[in-house]
Nanobody, 123 residues
Framework: QVQLVESGGRLVQAGGSLRLSCAAS????????MGWFRQAPGKEREFVAA???????SYSDSVKGRFTISRDNAKNTVYLQMNSLKPEDTAVYYC?????????????????WGQGTQVTVSS
């Protein structure tokens, strides 16, 4: 069982930056693929970024070049650095985990989810 707790979401102006964190419980964090997803009001949850246990990464086209996913296995934490934020980035951001060596970009592939953290980007 893995518990995930996101933090770092807040109100920020367009063009600004935020770093989201996701702290995971458990001793085998390094064996998990991790992902960030987001859900805006009235929209479906969508993929943002993912990182494998070997630190391979994948990004959605909408955030590529602006967001960076990283992990610190010693701290059982995955990060999402978000730069050049746009109002359309406004959403609840969720962290997810799956014990696998593969890289997963589909939400259905993840076994564990955090409660989410709100990111609001004002224009």
């Amino acid at each position: 069982q893995v518990q995930l707790v996101e933090s770092g979401g807040r109100l920020v102006q367009a063009g600004g930056s935020l770093r989201l964190s996701c702290a995971a419980s458990g001793r085998t964090f390094s064996s998990y693929a991790m992902g960030w997803f987001r859900q805006a009001p009235g929209k479906e949850r969508e993929f943002v970024a993912a990182i494998s246990w070997r630190a391979s990464t994948s990004y959605s086209d909408s955030v590529k070049g602006r967001f960076t996913i990283s992990r610190d296995n010693a701290k059982n934490t995955v990060y999402l650095q978000m730069n050049s934020l746009k109002p359309e980035d406004t959403a609840v951001y969720y962290c997810a985990a799956k014990r696998t060596e593969l890289l997963y970009t589909r939400s259905s592939g993840y076994d564990y989810w955090g409660q989410g953290t709100q990111v609001t980007v004002s224009s």
